[in-house]
């Protein structure tokens, strides 16, 4: 008999440093989950002072994209058309954090296709080169127009358009005879000037600074990059001087101040932000109440093996001390 009560100390022994290892480690959860609490809360506020980049155009806040910033490729009618929202500020375009100018395919394909694809590195940057290439990367982008033509332009120079045609019913010039003489020259002067306007400050800025196209496919699959890299500081605005360098002090509070873009924290974001720490904030809390039955159940047994390790204990002892009474009669 003794010896069975031997054998279940041991085992109640063993089963009580289980349940206090257990509650140990459950604290020890519970401990780590108060820290997750903390920092999920920190985050929540943090996200919820958030902002993101927008630009007002047909009645609404827009959020930041490529295309308002840096134009829409080869399609120059959203530009002189104007039917696509562009900025009203052509000298401030998107540069990457390390000041290199953010280009799109279409541009990086004007450029290679003028200095030779080694112009670009494996990464999808590009180094500095020449201004007086401008025009012929120009004349590359922007299909049916000449390098000649915008070097007029950025020469000050009117562009020259005038042909001969028959049966013209609405013109400008003076009939000769059967043929009258076109002159649209003032037309497409009008329209490249407002191209050259554009698009020269974004290749002057490359040409003096670098260019890069890695950011490419992030743009394409995320509608939110722009806007929340220039927040984070991957992209940063920037305003490009005569010379094709930055104008200095210029940060993201200088644009917002003047009114070039909106800093603003979205309703519906706000909405998502909330409902993302709920769930998370639900997902802590169940954790939390299976921690707290759990060491309430391993507290109750604990106790429990307690009590009959005593009871066993002092059989133990009355079983010895009687061993020993029963020799010494």
């Known amino acids: 008999m003794l010896a069975c009560s031997q054998v279940v100390l041991l085992t109640l022994t063993a089963r009580k440093s289980d349940c206090e290892y257990g509650i140990s480690v459950d604290s020890m959860e519970k401990m780590a989950l108060t820290r997750e609490q903390t920092a999920l809360s920190k985050e929540y506020y943090s996200k919820l002072q958030s902002k993101q980049i927008s630009f007002y155009a047909n009645g609404q806040y827009n959020k930041m994209n490529y295309k308002y910033l840096m134009g829409y490729g080869q399609d120059y009618l959203a530009i002189t058309g104007g039917t696509q929202p562009l900025k009203t500020e052509n000298s401030m375009i998107l540069t990457d954090y390390r000041g290199q100018v953010v280009l799109s395919k279409a541009y990086a394909d004007a450029i290679t296709s003028v200095l030779g694809a080694s112009a670009m590195d ?121 010379e094709g360098n930055y104008e200095p002090d210029t940060s993201l509070t200088y644009y917002v101040t003047n009114g070039w873009v909106q800093s ?7 909405e998502e932000i909330t409902a993302w720490y709920n769930a998370e904030k639900e997902r802590i809390t169940e954790k939390e109440n299976y921690l707290d039955i759990d060491m309430d159940n391993l507290s109750t047994e604990l106790e429990a093996i307690n009590t009959e390790i005593q009871s066993i204990q002092s059989f133990i002892d009355e079983a010895i001390s009687s061993v020993f009474d029963w020799g010494s009669s």
């Open 122 to 242: 494996a990464n999808g940057r590009g180094g500095t080169f020449s201004v007086n290439k401008i025009p012929e990367i120009l004349g590359k982008l922007i299909p049916g127009h000449s390098a000649e033509e915008f070097q007029a332009l950025i020469d000050n120079k009117k562009v020259n358009t005038e042909y001969t045609a028959s049966n013209v019913q609405t013109t400008t010039g003076e009939a000769t005879g059967e043929k009258t003489v076109v002159d649209s020259s003032d037309k497409t002067t009008k329209i490249l000037q407002s191209i050259v306007d554009f698009y020269y400050p974004i290749f002057s800025a490359a040409a003096s600074n670098g260019w890069t196209t890695e950011y490419n496919q992030e743009m394409d699959n995320n509608e939110n990059y722009v806007s929340d890299a220039i927040v984070n500081g991957t992209f940063n605005l920037a305003t490009v001087g005569d």
């Open 264 to 270: 603003r924290t979205d309703s519906s974001v706000r």
